[in-house]
């Protein structure tokens, strides 16, 4: 019922910048928490950036002070803007939203992923 789709991820310099975008549609009634995770090659997928749907955010400490999360309800849309990269920021970035969905006969509360996208960051 409904979908997840991540863009911007790529190649980057240390020190460089990327903005990751992540868009919701389908059969959305109001999506609650939104958020960003990694996963490193040989590492558990963590927490990098949440942000609730009134605005209020929480993020990793090894990204504080360079990524900034925002949310566009307007477009059921999530953006990670990552600052000051550096090579162990490398990693696939995957979207996560927690969606209350209609369908014919009720409403429902559901969590789900986009697909992932990939971030590399090296010289």
């Known amino acids: 019922q409904v979908q997840l789709v991540e863009s911007g991820g790529g190649l980057v310099q240390p020190g460089g910048s990327l903005t990751l975008s992540c868009a919701a549609s389908?059969?959305?009634?109001?999506?609650?928490?939104m958020g960003w995770y990694r996963q490193a090659p040989g590492k558990q997928r963590e927490l990098v950036a949440g942000?609730?749907?009134?605005?209020?955010?929480n993020y990793a400490d090894s990204v504080k002070g360079r990524f900034t999360i925002l949310r566009d309800n307007a477009k059921n849309t999530v953006y990670l803007q990552m600052n000051s990269l550096k090579p162990e920021d490398t990693a696939v970035y995957y979207c996560n939203a927690d969606v209350t969905y209609y369908t014919h006969t009720s409403y429902n509360t559901d969590d789900y992923w986009g697909q992932g996208t990939q971030v590399t960051v090296s010289s």
């Open positions: 942000i609730c749907s009134g605005g209020c955010t």
């Open positions: 389908g059969s959305i009634f109001k999506i609650n928490g």
